[in-house]
């Protein structure tokens, strides 16, 4: 079935450090989102990628899906303490639920 | 306003009694999903709604069951809780699959002891 691998499980950063996370899709990906959980929160959505080589910004946060739609990247800029949790994608091929990588938990150090 | 609601937040549960945990949504999506996450995990599907359609993983244990009696509210029942499903559980919600946002609930923490 589809796997969805995600890297690194953890990142360590210096606050004002720039932070990365890689998802690789065993399958095309009809679409890939991204989620941050809050350390004692639930999941809340990011962002949609849809479209080969689409790059999204959201103020310090870039997304980028790749032109196979097999991978996905997110980084953060200048990181701040605000932006610790861990963040997952999510990707699906087709009209099927989600399948969520395993998350990058990042903690940022003040 | 919440938009997808769990109740208890918190469920203490004994090994081998059976517990349920519901969810309810105010947003009328066609979709409904229950999720395990333990620690430092990611949520796994354990099973979802489309409508009245219910599609279960196929390695979710038979000890979980799931219930939409209508559109708004599912349940997830765990008919022998074991030490190994403590878990959060998590409560999504999408108006379809392809290219939709899930709504995830706030989670209900089960203990079991």
């Known amino acids: 079935g589809q796997q969805v691998m995600q890297i690194p499980q953890y990142q360590h950063v210096q606050e004002g450090e720039d932070f990365t996370t890689y998802c690789n899709s065993s399958?095309?990906?009809?679409?890939i989102q991204w989620y941050k959980q809050r350390p004692g929160g639930h999941p809340v959505f990011l962002i949609q990628?849809?479209?080969?080589?689409e790059v999204k910004k959201q103020k310090r946060l870039t997304f980028q899906f790749g032109e196979a739609k097999k991978n996905s990247s997110l980084h953060i800029t200048a990181t701040q303490t605000t932006d610790v949790g861990t963040y997952f994608c999510?990707?699906?091929?087709?009209?099927?639920?989600?399948?969520f990588g395993k998350g990058t938990r990042l903690s940022v150090i003040a | 306003d919440a938009m997808v609601i769990q109740n208890p937040r918190y469920q203490v549960t004994q090994f081998g009694k059976p517990v349920t945990l519901s969810c309810s949504q105010t947003?009328?999506?066609?979709?409904m999903y229950w999720y395990q996450q333990k620690s430092s995990q990611a949520p796994k599907l354990l099973f979802h709604?489309?409508?009245?359609?219910?599609?279960n993983e196929a390695d979710t244990p038979d000890n979980f069951q799931s219930r939409r009696p209508n559109t708004s509210f599912c349940f997830l029942d765990i008919r022998s809780p074991g030490l190994g499903d403590a878990a959060m559980y998590l409560c999504?919600?999408?108006?379809?699959?392809?290219?939709?946002?899930?709504?995830f609930g706030p989670g209900t923490r089960l203990t079991v002891l």
């Open positions: 999504a919600t999408s108006r379809v699959y392809s290219g939709d946002t899930q709504y």
């Open positions: 399958t095309t990906l009809s679409n």
């Open positions: 990628l849809v479209k080969s080589g």
């Open positions: 999510a990707g699906r091929s087709g009209n099927t639920p989600l399948v």
């Open positions: 947003l009328n999506h066609n979709v």
């Open positions: 709604y489309y409508d009245k359609d219910f599609n």
